[in-house]
């Protein structure tokens, strides 16, 4: 009988690495195809209840219950989308009012850095026609990057469509393919890996749009009662870019300020529209955040930053958003597996509350 070989512990660190390296590289130059099929597998997993009652409960074929979960989807998302459009229209017949707002606003806070620094207003304007002249010779460019950009965003979004439906559609063939990777004698442990993985990334994204309207509510609360116009939209603007990590919330405080021009320039406003952002920010990151996302995934914070800017380094936005439930999914694998299982403690937020080593000496004979 042969026995199983038994490697130095450098050299299963050196194999880790080079495996680590080879996935990264995989990952990096095959984001623009991996990152869509990411995204159709976990919106598939968030979707299988719904296929589920409408194949099994109430006996629909197989593609049809498939295309109408895929096609409520859609009309979820469309709907969100259409009420953004509809009020971003309320906002952009606004737009001479928002100039007008904004260029009393911008002398007010000119008049104030002369007051305050004695930087004359000749000097602040001279520095913003240099930074402006610097920005039109760059921006055929950035115009054409946006355009790109939108196509791209476009194409991956009808993709994901398709995946999410052929995933849904296949659902139980991918499942019989990881059953006869294994053997019989692992297939309890492949069913409790993969129901975990389930629960772990519905209570995830289910999590995600809970904290989102949480968000949305109380952003919007606080808009309402600073007399910001369209506190509704900004409400959910919000929620919807803080699904984005760091990045989202600074870009949803900078569209709030300008729309909050529609109705005054009034300096008081826009420090009341920071200080909601502040709140809402702590309540988010000290109780929703680990009452409703970390508890779902029990990955500890630096492992989830350092994923988080892993992701953004490879796939941008959508690799930020990616990383939580990827390392999810690691961590329950790494756990059930006897090798793994120090990588999956060490990505675990578990907090004992107290460790000694215990060295015994042993007593030797003379």
Not at 200 to 225: P, Q
């Amino acid at each position: 009988m042969n026995q199983p070989v038994v490697l130095p512990f450098y050299a299963k660190f050196t194999f880790i690495l080079l495996s680590l390296i080879c996935i990264g590289t995989i990952s990096y130059i095959g984001s623009d195809i991996i990152t869509p099929v990411l995204l159709a597998f976990l919106f598939t997993v968030l979707l299988i209840p719904l296929h589920s009652l409408l194949h099994i409960k109430l006996s629909f074929p197989n593609y049809l219950a498939s295309f109408i979960t895929v096609l409520i989807f859609v009309l979820f998302i469309a709907a969100i989308l259409a009420f953004i459009s509809y009020q971003v229209t309320d906002i952009a017949n606004d737009f001479d009012i928002i100039k007008k707002n904004a260029i009393s606003f911008f002398n007010n806070v000119q008049s104030y850095i002369n007051e305050k620094f004695q930087i004359s207003i000749w000097e602040q304007k001279k520095y913003i026609e240099k930074v402006t002249k610097d920005s039109v010779q760059n921006g055929t460019g950035t115009i054409g990057t946006a355009i790109g950009s939108l196509s791209d965003v476009l194409f991956d979004s009808m993709l994901v469509i398709v995946y999410t439906f052929l995933f849904l559609l296949y659902k139980t063939h991918f499942i019989l393919f990881l059953a006869k990777l294994f053997n019989k004698d692992e297939h309890a442990r492949l069913r409790e890996i993969i129901t975990q993985i389930k629960i772990s990334i519905n209570n995830y994204i289910l999590g995600l749009i809970f904290e989102m309207f949480v968000v949305s509510i109380l952003t919007g609360l606080g808009l309402w009662i600073i007399g910001v116009k369209y506190f509704i939209l900004l409400g959910l603007i919000t929620g919807i870019l803080n699904l984005i990590p760091y990045i989202g919330i600074m870009i949803a405080g900078v569209l709030t300020i300008l729309s909050s021009l529609t109705g005054t320039p009034e300096v008081s406003i826009v420090i009341g529209i920071l200080v909601v952002n502040i709140i809402v920010q702590f309540i988010d990151n000290n109780i929703l955040v680990p009452l409703i996302i970390n508890s779902k995934v029990e990955i500890n914070a630096l492992v989830s930053i350092i994923g988080i800017i892993i992701g953004g380094a490879v796939a941008g936005i959508s690799g930020m958003f990616l990383a939580i439930p990827l390392l999810a999914i690691l961590k329950i694998i790494f756990d059930r597996i006897e090798s793994l299982e120090p990588w999956g403690y060490v990505m675990g937020n578990h907090m004992p509350k107290k460790f000694t080593w215990r060295i015994r000496k042993l007593k030797t004979e003379n």
